[in-house]
């Protein structure tokens, strides 16, 4: 009786996955158009979950779109990182200021 659960158990189990991953790469194609959106992704590293055993055929297919679909978001993901970093570098560039000096900053040019 355990055997004949335990396809469905996994079945089921890598649903659930693929409908977070599907959530997941909802998130980042938000967050790839609505630039605002990038300091709300998680940062932790993911980990893919343990014990899911090999992925039933018929759902390969919707993991294979998945995958597609994250490998599609990932130029420009990485194109908003860099945007992000050359801010920042801007940002570090400023003088701080340490209450000894008065800085002007020239809006008109």
């Given at each position: 009786?355990?055997d004949?659960?335990?396809?469905?158990?996994?079945?089921?189990?890598?649903?659930?996955?693929l409908?977070?991953?599907?959530?997941?790469?909802?998130?980042?194609?938000?967050?790839?158009?609505e630039?605002?959106?990038?300091?709300?992704?998680?940062?932790?590293?993911?980990?893919?979950?343990e014990?899911?055993?090999?992925i039933?055929?018929?759902?390969?297919?919707?993991?294979?779109?998945?995958?597609?679909?994250?490998?599609?978001?990932?130029?420009?993901l990485?194109?908003?990182r860099?945007?992000?970093?050359?801010?920042?570098?801007?940002?570090?560039?400023?003088?701080?200021?340490?209450?000894?000096?008065?800085?002007?900053?020239?809006?008109?040019?």
């Amino acid at each position: 009786m355990a055997d004949s659960q335990a396809p469905h158990r996994g079945h089921e189990s890598w649903e659930l996955f693929l409908g977070d991953l599907a959530a997941h790469v909802a998130a980042l194609r938000s967050a790839a158009a609505e630039e605002s959106l990038l300091l709300e992704l998680p940062v932790a590293p993911w980990h893919p979950p343990e014990g899911l055993g090999e992925i039933p055929q018929e759902l390969a297919p919707r993991a294979a779109d998945l995958l597609s679909q994250m490998q599609g978001l990932a130029p420009l993901l990485e194109q908003r990182r860099e945007a992000t970093m050359k801010q920042l570098r801007a940002v570090d560039s400023v003088p701080r200021d340490t209450g000894q000096t008065s800085i002007y900053l020239d809006s008109i040019g």
